[in-house]
């Protein structure tokens, strides 16, 4: 299978700094988002450490076959970079989302944590893969979606998982096999929480580049305000 892919990251019009990093790896058909905690001291240090340390990793992957061990890799970002921001910030430490996707074969592997999300589009369906890691997810699969009704204000913006806060991080690991014609975005919520589901997949369904997608969609995100970062990564499966 081949992958072309784009990703671009735009502070949006209410941000003050972009707290959002981006990896892309075409070579190794290896991709992620992180979303810097805005609520935390140094949430766009974080991301980009964590991005730092994707590189590293990556250097010593031999080939695009060479399967990564997501969550084993996760946990172990998330050792290093919780020692790290205690140590700059011993109160509060720092934080941050992180969702990776690796396509290996016609395998998609995808390790999670935090409320960053990747999809997939295959034919006219669009998939989210992941699940939010939000107070409002942990209220909704409670007592259903009927909670949407009574949800306060800061449930949707509220972590429940994150790398950066702890030794101890529970990840969340998905395989799925991948097609040809398959489409999969990676974005922060500066995105998804801001356009729908139905337009996030008629972007994705066009006939065009990748690069056009994601400029699409950071625009039709800050048409809509863009209250928040917005990181995107589109890549296409032939």
């Known amino acids: 299978m081949q992958v072309t892919s784009y990703g671009t990251s735009d502070q949006g019009k209410v941000r003050h700094a972009n707290e959002d990093s981006l990896f892309l790896n075409d070579t190794h058909q290896f991709y992620a988002v992180a979303d810097g905690l805005g609520g935390l001291p140094g949430g766009a240090e974080t991301s980009q450490r964590i991005v730092q340390l994707l590189e590293q990793t990556m250097r010593s ?20 970079v919780a020692k790290e921001g205690f140590e700059a910030h011993p109160f509060t430490g720092a934080g941050s989302t992180l969702t990776i996707g690796q396509i290996v ?17 295959r034919g006219e369906a669009l998939e989210k893969l992941t699940t939010d890691h939000t107070m409002e997810q942990e209220l909704i ?12 204000p800061e449930y949707p913006h509220t972590l ?15 395989q799925i096999t ?19 589901d139905e337009a996030i997949k008629e972007e994705l369904t066009r006939k065009q580049s ?29």
Request: proline letters at 3%.
């Open 61 to 80: 992957v031999d080939s695009k076959e060479e399967r990564v061990d997501l969550t084993d890799l996760i946990v172990g970002i998330n050792q290093i």
């Open 105 to 121: 074969g016609d395998q998609l592997l995808i390790g999670h944590v935090g409320d960053s999300a990747a999809y997939l589009l």
């Open 141 to 152: 699969e409670r007592q259903g979606e009927s909670a949407r009704a009574i949800m306060p």
């Open 160 to 174: 429940t998982r994150c790398v950066g806060q702890g030794e101890i991080l529970n990840v969340d690991s998905t």
């Open 178 to 196: 991948v097609e040809t014609g398959d489409r999969l975005l990676l974005c922060t919520d500066g995105l998804n929480k801001v356009l729908s």
């Open 210 to 238: 990748p690069k056009e997608t994601c400029q699409q969609l950071i625009q039709m995100a800050n048409d809509n305000e863009g209250p928040d970062n917005i990181t995107v990564i589109v890549v296409h499966i032939s």
